[in-house]
């Protein structure tokens, strides 16, 4: 229906049949002007579809790129120390953990925020009932980004306890590691981690 509107609006104005071309052209930029949903991909109570993993706090879904809400995942480049001082690529690791996780299944998100600086959405996302976002903070694959949200701070506490994931050895903070952070000899580098060594981490 809008499409048609669009194209009678501009035949009106070619013809010069309109009174005020300030006033079409007001009512054209409004008309295709995108609603709120379709600037950020979301429609009514949230996303959902099959989705890919970007990184290990980041997801996309049909063409919509989610950042998740209250976490924060070492960086794709980023290495951190194992319970024996041998460095891996955490940051690979937290992305290949996330990706078995939701496999082929769907995935549903529900929006928190806008983040506009990288024009994407803040969401929480879960498969089955099962939040996403924490499963990541309590497999010690992610921290709880208290910058922005409490809302995992427990879930950080319970995989630092178990020494999971990352808690098993050293590392640097994520938005620290972006600010220039670095372990020691994190700068020389590093070989992708065997498949089955973050699958150990993951579990421990």
């Not at 009106?12 to 930029?29: T, V």
């Not at 379709?38 to 790129?65: C, M, S």
């Not at 794709?76 to 690791?93: E, I, N, T």
Request: glycine share 10%.
């Amino acid at each position: 229906m809008r499409d048609w509107l669009v194209l009678a609006l501009a035949i009106l104005m070619a013809l010069g049949l309109f009174a005020s071309h300030e006033r079409l052209d007001q009512i054209m930029r409004a008309l295709v002007a995108p609603t709120p949903a379709q600037g950020t991909g979301l429609r009514g109570t949230g996303l959902q579809g099959v989705a890919t993993v970007t990184d290990g706090d980041t997801l996309e879904i049909h063409g919509q790129r989610i950042r998740l809400h209250g976490i924060d995942a070492p960086e794709s480049g980023q290495s951190c120390a194992d319970a024996k001082g041998a460095l891996y690529r955490c940051g690979h690791c937290a992305a290949r953990a996330l990706a078995d996780r939701i496999g082929d299944g769907v995935v549903r998100c529900e929006q928190t925020d806008i983040d506009h600086r990288y024009t994407r959405v803040v969401a929480v996302c879960s498969q089955n009932g099962v939040d996403l976002n924490r499963w990541l903070v309590e497999t010690g694959q992610a921290l709880a980004y208290r910058r922005y949200s409490p809302d995992y701070v427990k879930a950080e506490e319970i995989a630092q306890a178990a020494q999971r994931g990352i808690w098993a050895g050293r590392f640097v903070a994520p938005w620290d590691w972006r600010k220039g952070a670095r372990l020691e000899r994190e700068a020389a580098p590093q070989p992708s981690p065997a498949p089955e060594g973050c699958e150990r981490r993951a579990q421990r």
